[in-house]
């Protein structure tokens, strides 16, 4: 990469640490919800299988969170719950995600959801 206003021989090293791992996970969490997956057969707006489109959301929720976005990763946890409402996975990250952000109320809920959901599932 090279900076404005440098010789254009002038690179700028690569970012170490944190923020190495962080950006290229948002930049893939970010490529996945707006189709640039190659084929498309990872975008999650085209699943025509409603689990397989809320496992892709789940999982880029997951991407979301553990880079830090976690305004996204509760948009993300809250459509897979939307398309499968009997997920509890997509109600659990929703809580986790909503935690991060201090609403406490509504990720209470999601984790009682989640619960629910889950005790439903037990034979």
């Known amino acids: 990469m090279i900076r404005p206003g440098r010789g254009a021989g002038t690179a700028v090293r690569p970012a ?25 057969s990872g975008d999650a707006a085209t699943a025509t299988d409603p689990a397989t489109r809320a496992q892709m959301l ?8 553990h880079a830090g976005d976690f305004n996204l990763a509760a948009r993300r ?7 499968r ?6 109600y659990f990250g929703l809580g986790m995600a909503l935690t ?3 609403r406490d109320e509504d990720a ?16």
């Open 16 to 40: 170490r640490g944190a923020a190495a791992i962080a950006l290229p996970a948002a930049l893939l969490a970010a490529s996945l919800l707006a189709g640039c997956s190659g084929d498309g």
């Open 77 to 83: 946890y809250a459509a897979a719950a939307v398309v």
């Open 100 to 102: 991060k952000l201090g």
């Open 85 to 90: 409402k009997d997920d509890p996975v997509a």
């Open 108 to 123: 209470r809920a999601a984790y009682q959801r989640a619960r629910e959901l889950t005790q439903k599932r037990k034979p």
């Open 58 to 65: 789940v999982n880029a929720g997951n991407q979301a969170y």
